[in-house]
């Protein structure tokens, strides 16, 4: 460790520097715990892995792709853990999104989603039962392509640049749920969301409640139709999520 | 200024009781009195300089620049600075990305108003300064921008429009002036207190609202975006579908007037 | 079974587990089940076709857990207080109509399979929902002591898992998790909600290091930076500490080297001697009754 840290004790002198393996890769190809499913109506696919990385408390990869759109996100839950100073009587969440290999979208766009999902998940996580603690989610987007773009090139340029962080959003805020509830820490329902014509919509306690409202493009006409387009993609998604915890689970117990 | 668990509780029952009772007595629909001046930075194209009721100040300067918009996708640009806040601020990055999508050319904005030639157009640059906020400043800041777009007079063009044969720079008027004609979009904020819509939500009911909208108004219509938003990080909950159908009918009925005194500087 | 309620044997965030009371008549008694939240549930409220309706949900991946909390023998907890207080009033209003039993069920949500949870995983996951609360015992390590106080690093709770990512991996000491524990998680965390995370930490105030003769207590007397101390949570504190207390007979040191470190483990002789075996030095501590 060549960095001087006087505030603790470096531990033995055979310590090792903290790196982070670039082995995750290995890892999630070794853990049997893969969901793939299919949707023919619209040839969305999805597939669900949690727990893969070992030093967090839980994570998700979540790997979707339908006509229009490929999508692969890796997301780490640290926390809770101590935060300093001034008192807080519930936990605080920060969640940061980062581009991965393709610098695709700019630094504010992705901070203006990452206020967005802290606004979802304030109001999904049971904070209450974390005093003092803050949790960090990190989102890295590992993989993210516009299938359509190739086919009708001449279409309008500036419109591609702006919808697509829409399509991102649901699958970001499910591999939020699955790695919260991978890593133990309560929250109230599995939160999900649907995209319908350029809106994201994101529902608790099966569609009775809108947790988030994401839209772009696209006029207001549409907008209500949306919502209920969106409400199925999210029960889809979630009944999803569910059955990749629980086989989760049962593998877990099995092992013990 | 922080309110107490008891103050707190207290607040949020009597914003979520039907009819909900707003503490300085507006109805849901009412806006804190505003002040705008417009038209005071001389080295700017426009400017204006809004003051809410409780304090929060914001002044907008638009400058301009001749850019070749083959080139130049964008033809509005937004810089959002708040006081107190680091220019990577989770709120200020958020504001900037927002109002960048609500003035984006093709949305709101008409870019024909501010083609030049065939060749060349302006460019427009809008900077925000937010010297004081309470509550959550964007709706502040568009009303700001609105009034400063509105009071913005541009260089008068003299050479010719049709210049994709001749290779020639825009030439521009010594003295005279154009008004520019855009319309740009409005940006509303709501806050969701139990079962009601509040419009304009104050600080103190930023506090205790359960949620909240972003819906933006432009040419007598709904626009997007429309966000929901965390006000607050304490008291965040899921609100009804139809509550957004009220917000967005809630904007529907009111933005006009909000418009019609806009326009009435 | 102790309610008359079929419960999920398993349940995921967002799975309704039952609802807050549940009634049964039974020889002449009625029997009111009074469900509590344990840990991984949450008393949400619902609106289903128009009623609203209150219901304990699931707010972990898991296993339904319930117990019967005994209230009658246990009344200092404040708990227990609250519901032999609210079985009077129950008896109270309707005295001469039938004899009315209110049962309190604490229904939790148990990370991991059907068989106990003790296996690696599991500890891992469950430190996440066993943060330091009022009331429980917690082992520290001194970190810094004045005339005033000790100051201490939570290390873990007691009779809970304790944490893999947490606690003692953070600064170097002990056995390390994979990348570094959670020390490796603050490394990373760029502009994220804390400065670089450390253990929660904690401040045993000279006056509550013991009960009797609190005014006359001397902090070196009873703690020495690196002892391991068992301790009590009495309140949640400020935003940096925890405040602790070990005034009572079975907290105080449990583990100490002598000579500031440098020596053997020492072990109690009585409440406030520790002796090394090795060399026979004693040393002053508050110590915890081993026993």
Redesign the interface.
């Known amino acids: 460790m060549n960095v001087q840290d006087r505030r603790r004790l470096l531990g033995p002198a055979a310590a090792k520097p903290m790196a982070f393996s670039n082995a995750i890769i290995d890892e999630q190809q070794k853990k049997p715990v893969n969901m793939p499913s299919k949707d023919s109506e619209n040839g969305d696919e999805l597939s669900l892995h949690t727990g893969f990385i070992e030093n967090c408390n839980g994570s998700a990869l979540v790997e979707a792709r339908n006509l229009r759109h490929q999508t692969s996100l890796i997301t780490a839950v640290y926390g809770p853990r101590s935060i300093r100073g001034s008192f807080t009587s519930q936990g605080t969440i920060s969640i940061q999104l980062k581009n991965g290999l393709l610098e695709k979208y700019n630094t504010n766009e992705l901070k203006e989603v990452s206020g967005f999902l802290m606004g979802i998940f304030n109001s999904v996580v049971n904070l209450s039962r974390y005093p003092k603690s803050g949790i960090d989610i990190f989102v890295y987007l590992t993989y993210d392509k516009n299938l359509q773009s190739e086919a009708p090139a001449g279409e309008s340029q500036s419109k591609k640049t702006f919808s697509e962080i829409s399509y991102l959003i649901p699958h970001c805020i499910t591999s939020i749920t699955l790695a919260l509830a991978d890593a133990g820490i309560e929250i109230v329902d599995m939160a999900g969301a649907g995209e319908a014509n350029g809106t994201v919509v994101s529902f608790i306690k099966n569609g009775e409640e809108i947790v988030g409202v994401w839209k772009d493009e696209g006029n207001n006409e549409d907008l209500l139709e949306s919502v209920d387009d969106c409400k199925e993609q999210y029960r889809r998604y979630r009944d999803l999520m569910i059955s990749c915890l629980l086989e989760q689970k049962s593998l877990d117990t099995s092992s013990s | 200024m922080s309110l107490s668990v008891a103050e707190k509780s207290y607040l949020y029952d009597s914003l979520a009781s039907t009819p909900s009772v707003r503490t300085d007595g507006r109805l849901p629909h009412q806006f804190r009195p505003i002040e705008i001046f417009t038209d005071f930075l001389p080295s700017s194209n426009g400017s204006s300089r809004i003051i809410a009721s409780d304090g929060s100040e914001c002044i907008v300067s638009i400058k301009s620049k001749v850019v070749d918009h083959s080139v130049e996708n964008e033809l509005l640009q937004v810089d959002v600075d708040i006081a107190g806040q680091r220019d990577d601020a989770l709120i200020v990055e958020t504001i900037t990305s927002l109002l960048n999508k609500v003035l984006k050319s093709g949305g709101g904005i008409d870019s024909s108003k501010l083609q030049l030639t065939r060749k060349y157009s302006f460019k427009i640059f809008v900077d925000v300064l937010v010297i004081s906020s309470y509550s959550h400043p964007v709706s502040l800041i568009s009303f700001a921008i609105y009034s400063a777009l509105n009071s913005t007079y541009l260089p008068k063009l003299i050479s010719a429009f049709d210049d994709l044969e001749v290779e020639e720079l825009p030439t521009f008027h010594d003295y005279d002036m154009v008004k520019l004609e855009i319309n740009p979009p409005l940006v509303f904020i709501l806050a969701i207190v139990g079962n009601n819509i509040l419009l304009d939500p104050a600080a103190n009911e930023s506090g205790v609202a359960n949620n909240g909208l972003i819906i933006t108004w432009s040419n007598g219509k709904i626009t997007s975006p429309i966000r929901s938003v965390a006000l607050n990080d304490s008291n965040v909950k899921g609100f009804k579908p139809q509550l957004l159908k009220q917000g967005l009918a809630m904007v529907e009925k009111y933005a006009s007037d909000v418009v019609r005194s806009l326009e009435n500087l | 079974m102790m309610s008359n309620l079929q419960f999920p044997k ?1 349940a ?3 799975k309704l587990i039952c609802p807050q009371y549940s009634t049964e008549n039974k020889d002449g008694e009625d029997i009111i089940f009074n469900y509590v939240c344990g840990s ?1 549930t ?1 008393l ?1 409220h ?2 289903h076709n128009g009623r609203s309706i209150e219901a304990i ?1 699931a ?4 296993t339904v857990k319930c117990e019967e909390e005994k209230n009658i023998d246990k009344e200092e907890e404040p708990e227990a207080d609250q519901s032999t207080e609210e079985e009077q009033s129950v008896d109270a209003s309707s005295s001469d109509v039938i004899k009315r039993i209110v049962k309190f069920i604490r229904v939790s949500v148990v ?5 106990d949870c003790r ?1 690696n ?2 500890a ?3 430190f ?2 066993n ?1 330091p ?1 009022e009331g429980d015992i917690v082992l520290t390590r001194v970190t810094r002591l004045s005339l005033q106080r000790a100051n201490v690093e939570i290390l873990a709770v007691e009779d809970k898992p304790s944490p893999i ?2 606690g003692v991996g953070s ?3 002990g056995i ?26 904690g401040i045993i105030r000279s006056q509550d290091v013991r009960s009797t003769d609190r005014d006359r207590v001397k902090v070196i007397e009873c703690f020495k930076p690196g002892d391991i101390v068992r301790a009590q949570v009495l309140s ?5 500490n925890y405040y602790l207390t070990t005034a009572r007979n079975d907290l105080g040191v449990v583990f100490a080297r002598a000579a500031n470190g440098a020596g053997g483990l020492m072990y109690a002789t009585d409440w406030q001697m520790m002796t090394s075996p090795a060399t026979g030095v004693t040393e002053k501590r508050k110590c915890a009754k081993p026993f």
Request: aromatic share 6%.
């Open positions: 398993t995921y965030p967002g991984g949450k949400l619902f609106e949900t707010t972990l991946v898991g990370p991991g399979g059907d068989d296996t995983k599991c891992n996951n469950d996440a929902n943060l609360k990512d947490s600064n170097g000491m390390v998790a994979a990348g570094g524990g959670s020390g490796a998680a603050t490394f990373s965390v760029s502009q994220a909600s804390s400065d670089l995370g450390e253990t929660f930490r949640l504190g400020d935003g940096t």
